[in-house]
């Protein structure tokens, strides 16, 4: 039995959902690299995490405009 030929629209699809995937997958390395970096930096100073969080939130805030 011989196998269809997938159509453009089927490989476009394909494709995007494999874009998605990746782009998912990158993010969640990205944020547990950052949290691996904050744990290794801030691991002996409770205080220090807090106060640099709140920075974060901060900035985060400044950047979309609800400040």
Do not use: C, W
Not at 29 to 44: D, P, R, V
């Amino acid at each position: 039995m011989e196998k269809k030929k997938p159509t453009n629209k089927e490989i476009v699809a394909k494709v995007e959902m494999l874009n998605r995937v990746n782009t998912t997958v990158i993010k969640m390395i990205e944020n547990l690299g950052n949290m691996m970096k904050q744990y290794i930096e801030f691991k002996e100073d409770v205080q220090d995490f807090h106060e640099y969080q709140k920075e974060i939130l901060n900035a985060r805030k400044k950047l979309s405009g609800k400040d």
